[in-house]
T-cell receptor, first 113, second 114 residues
Framework: NAGVTQTPKFQVLKTGQSMTLQCAQDMNHEYMSWYRQDPGMGLRLIHYSVGAGITDQGEVPNGYNVSRSTTEDFPLRLLSAAPSQTSVYFC????????????FGEGSRLTVL | GENVEQHPSTLSVQEGDSAVIKCTYSDSASNYFPWYKQELGKRPQLIIDIRSNVGEKKDQRIAVTLNKTAKHFSLHITETQPEDSAVYFCAASIKNTNAGKSTFGDGTTLTVKP
């Protein structure tokens, strides 16, 4: 099992550009979510999904879109990048019937100039 | 929504000493409290967790205690070692409706000096 795979690991964007962070998991987990990590602010939930075709907003959803067309994939789209979106992004998944443990990807470091 | 506060933000101990990190939560419906360890440049990984029907859980040098009445839980690391140096996050969620929606504390940077 590869677990949770995120790409790219690093990305530099200019203000106004768009991009998609990819996330895939091979553990057949129902739940997937995106968090952003900023210094001193822990992990904040952006969007989450309880299954294919179902998504919902988390704590900081503005400026981001998601979709869940398959159980395995949960891409995060930045529509028009802003410097405030400079952060490290983590995708996570968990099994509906499990303890609730989140399995994280390796993270994607995004810099918006 | 849920609010989780974590203290201290930084903690420095000598090797062999104990370390304690404390968290409080606001939503009495929360029933699952994990602790994640994040080494520099790595992903967070679960080290221990506790459910609301348990007051304490131990795993070798690591223990977690939960006080539901006061809405706080703590991580205890005994006989600390340099490899324990990392950022530790507490979190709270409602397990039965988890959906991956954990609310995290801001993290504690633990430094263990040899």
């Amino acid at each position: 099992n590869a677990g949770v795979t995120q790409t790219p690991k690093f990305q530099v964007l200019k203000t106004g550009q768009s991009m998609t962070l990819q996330c895939a998991q091979d553990m057949n987990h129902e739940y997937m979510s995106w968090y952003r990590q900023d210094p001193g602010m822990g992990l904040r939930l952006i969007h989450y999904s309880v299954g294919a075709g179902i998504t919902d907003q988390g704590e900081v959803p503005n400026g981001y879109n998601v979709s869940r067309s398959t159980t395995e994939d949960f891409p995060l789209r930045l529509l028009s990048a802003a410097p405030s979106q400079t952060s490290v992004y983590f995708c996570a998944s968990s099994h509906a019937q499990s303890t609730g443990e989140l399995f994280f990807g390796e993270g994607s470091r995004l810099t918006v100039l | 929504g849920e609010n989780v506060e974590q203290h201290p933000s930084t903690l420095s101990v000598q090797e062999g000493d104990s370390a304690v990190i404390k968290c409080t939560y606001s939503d009495s419906a929360s029933n699952y409290f994990p602790w994640y360890k994040q080494e520099l440049g790595k992903r967070p990984q679960l080290i221990i967790d506790i459910r609301s029907n348990v007051g304490e859980k131990k795993d070798q040098r690591i223990a977690v205690t939960l006080n539901k009445t006061a809405k706080h839980f703590s991580l205890h690391i005994t006989e600390t070692q340099p490899e324990d140096s990392a950022v530790y996050f507490c979190a709270a969620s409602i397990k039965n409706t988890n959906a991956g929606k954990s609310t995290f504390g801001d993290g504690t940077t633990l430094t263990v000096k040899p």
